[in-house]
């Protein structure tokens, strides 16, 4: 079992940035796969990024590529994102989601991950 708990979520202006951390307990980091994951009101979850156990070629959905930044420290069990020039379109609930890393393919979707994150409030103000 892996229990994963995000944080550094917040209010921030439209250009701003922010960097949100998910900590992971249970069991070591480097045997999974991450991701991050957003909902905004009314829609459904979407992909974000993803990064491999290795932390080779990370992964990142067309509406973030360029802004946010996925990365990992194995050695603090945490998986960060790092959000750059932010947009009111980016208003969504953050969640972390974690997969072991033998899994093959479905990076961006949710179904492919085992454990999830409750999730922090990223707002972003016109």
């Known amino acids: 079992q892996v229990q994963l708990v995000e944080s550094g979520g917040g209010l921030v202006q439209a250009g701003g940035s922010l960097r949100l951390s998910c900590a992971a307990s249970g069991r070591t980091l480097s045997d999974y796969a991450m991701a991050w994951f957003r909902q905004a009101p009314g829609k459904e979850r979407e992909f974000v990024a993803a990064?491999?156990?290795?932390?080779?070629?990370?992964l990142y959905a067309d509406s973030v590529k360029g802004r946010f930044t996925i990365s990992r420290d194995d050695f603090k069990n945490t998986v960060y994102l790092q959000m750059n020039s932010l947009k009111p379109e980016d208003t969504a609930v953050y969640s972390c989601?974690?997969?072991?890393?033998?899994?093959?393919?479905?990076?961006?979707?949710?179904?492919?991950?085992?454990?999830w994150g409750q999730g922090t409030l990223v707002t972003v103000s016109s």
């Open positions: 989601a974690a997969r072991p890393e033998y899994y093959s393919g479905g990076y961006t979707k949710p179904a492919r991950y085992d454990y």
């Open positions: 990064i491999s156990w290795s932390g080779s070629n990370p």
